[in-house]
């Protein structure tokens, strides 16, 4: 009898142990069976990698892309011209900063039509999207430091360059501005869903288990925060922080815990009667231990998934901010300032000004969303 009592809680943990993973390993067979979950999450992986090599995948290297040709501005997808670089002093990055942050960089391109080569330098035509003539500069083989002969500008400093997607309407490259743009939406989205699984979790937590008037007074906090359109809450809460980059992210993740906070309070309420809470408390275990350890291990299912229509909801309000001019501020590329600049092109005959960065928004909202649904799918006791 005794060995047989001796062999039984590692039998019982052992089937625990199995069980678990047994639950993972089937939840996890039945995502990669979610054609449209699969899909999302490998492009969100792609959006995530292109958000982090921005600046490497950039043809406009600068920070925050902002290399202006006036000359160019407007143009179509697939635009090549000839430019001149020329260069000028450049400030002293390391590896990490170029890598994340760009070049700081104040070198000039002057797009051309045209060159030739003199004893004293190279005179250029510049481009001019009239058709005319364009104006005629000469340079001289001093503003070229790092060569010694006027023969090597053309292949030190003159090189075709191509827009690929086009130019806007200050002749910046909008593939480049497409590209670092992402990091605002996806950085957006990280952020605020932190900021609001932080307060709701815990406010949520603290609401369901404690009840009573702790409760009420929670509630009463949630019900005023619920009432108020979360756009105009944004707008209010920026305004007060001011324009900004971290601002933003700041004012929409403080308005995007209350539903999260709803939930998690919900399932507290009904994980807290179970029978292995009961002994917990009965064993002597913290409030703290209790709801950490016990509690909210067992109520997050729901949160993930409101995780997932929250991160889409916060790239939304943020390109709603940046469209109103009061989100990222220029420089700073963002998707919504593209459009806002560049929404009157839609009757001006360059739609894709404007298309282009609305196409993006859709496209990774959407991700976001299927995500969401994959999840739930997964996640669902009914359906295991």
């Not at 492009?43 to 292109?50: D, E, H, S, W």
């Not at 507290?268 to 002994?279: I, L, N």
Request: charged share 15%; proline share 4%; hydrophobic share 50%.
């Amino acid at each position: 009898m005794k060995a047989a009592s001796s062999t039984t809680p590692p039998k019982n943990n052992q089937d625990t142990s199995k069980s678990a993973g047994g639950l993972t390993a089937k939840a996890l067979h039945k995502f990669k069976k979610n054609f449209w979950g699969v899909s999302s999450f490998s492009f969100l992986v792609i959006c995530t990698l292109v958000a982090i090599f921005a600046y490497a995948l950039a043809p406009d290297k600068s920070q925050n892309a902002n290399q202006m040709h006036l000359s160019v501005h407007s143009k179509q997808p697939g635009f090549e011209v000839q430019m001149l670089t020329v260069p000028s002093k450049v400030e002293k990055q390391n590896g990490f900063s170029v890598f994340f942050f760009g070049k700081k960089t104040t070198a000039t391109e002057v797009p051309i039509s045209g060159y030739r080569l003199t004893e004293n330098g190279i005179v250029i035509t510049e481009y001019a999207t009239d058709g005319n003539a364009g104006l005629v500069k000469e340079y001289l083989l001093s503003a070229f430091p790092e060569i010694n002969s006027v023969e090597a500008i053309p292949s030190t400093y003159v090189s075709e360059k191509k827009f690929i997607l086009g130019t806007d309407k200050y002749g910046r490259d909008l593939l480049s501005r497409m590209l670092i743009g992402i990091r605002i939406s996806l950085a957006i989205g990280f952020v605020a869903v932190f900021i609001s699984l932080l307060i709701g979790i815990s406010l949520g937590a603290i609401a369901g288990y404690y009840g009573g008037k702790v409760d009420a007074a929670i509630m009463w906090l949630i019900n005023v925060t619920w009432s108020i359109p979360t756009l105009l809450l944004v707008i209010a809460i920026t305004l007060a922080l001011g324009k900004g980059f971290w601002q933003v992210f700041i004012a929409v993740g403080l308005t995007m815990w209350v539903e999260v906070a709803r939930v998690v309070r919900g399932q507290v309420m009904s994980v807290k009667e179970m029978q292995y809470v009961t002994a917990a408390r009965a064993l002597g275990f913290s409030n703290w231990r209790i709801i950490t350890r016990h509690i909210l291990p067992n109520s997050l299912s729901p949160v993930i998934i409101i995780s997932a229509a929250n991160f889409a909801g916060a790239i939304l309000i943020e390109s709603g901010l940046s469209f109103l001019g009061i989100g990222a501020q220029p420089p700073i590329p963002s998707w919504g300032g593209i459009i806002k600049d560049h929404y009157a092109y839609i009757i001006l005959g360059k739609p894709y000004l404007a298309v282009i960065p609305g196409l993006a928004i859709m496209c990774l909202v959407t991700a976001f969303m299927l995500i969401g649904n994959a999840l739930r799918d997964v996640l669902d006791v009914k359906n295991q």
